[in-house]
Nanobody, 120 residues
Framework: QVQLVESGGGLVQPGRSLRLSCVAS????????MAWYRQALGKERELVAV???????SYSDSVKGLFTISRDNALKTVYLQMNSLKPEDTADYFC??????????????WGKGTLVTVSS
């Protein structure tokens, strides 16, 4: 029943900004950590940023100072603000959330991804 749906991807020129959103829905008891991953063509999926339930954040070195992850617990939404985008940021971006439903232990759920293309 749990779903994660990303939005906000698209084509953007280098140096511009984009904001991704991911909304969780379904039977949810609680949400622990939430994160953004990305996967470029021919590469493995990599962690971009993570935010804990209390708000602590961690970033990949390549996006520190440029991307910002945030969450709105009331809306069950995680965001990724991406500034100064570069062609190498082109990838399919996925959100992940550790969610407890009918059990006490949370399970990782994944969205289907939203494509970000940075090109002139």
């Amino acid at each position: 029943q749990v779903q994660l749906v990303e939005s906000g991807g698209g084509l953007v020129q280098p140096g511009r900004s984009l904001r991704l959103s991911c909304v969780a829905s379904g039977r949810i008891l609680s949400i622990d950590r939430m994160a953004w991953y990305r996967q470029a063509l021919g590469k493995e999926r990599e962690l971009v940023a993570v935010i804990a339930s209390g708000g602590s954040t961690s970033y990949s070195d390549s996006v520190k100072g440029l991307f910002t992850i945030s969450r709105d617990n009331a809306l069950k939404t995680v965001y990724l603000q991406m500034n100064s985008l570069k062609p190498e940021d082109t990838a399919d971006y996925f959100c992940m959330a550790n969610i407890a439903t009918t059990s006490w232990r949370g399970v990782d759920y994944w969205g289907k991804g939203t494509l970000v293309t940075v090109s002139s």
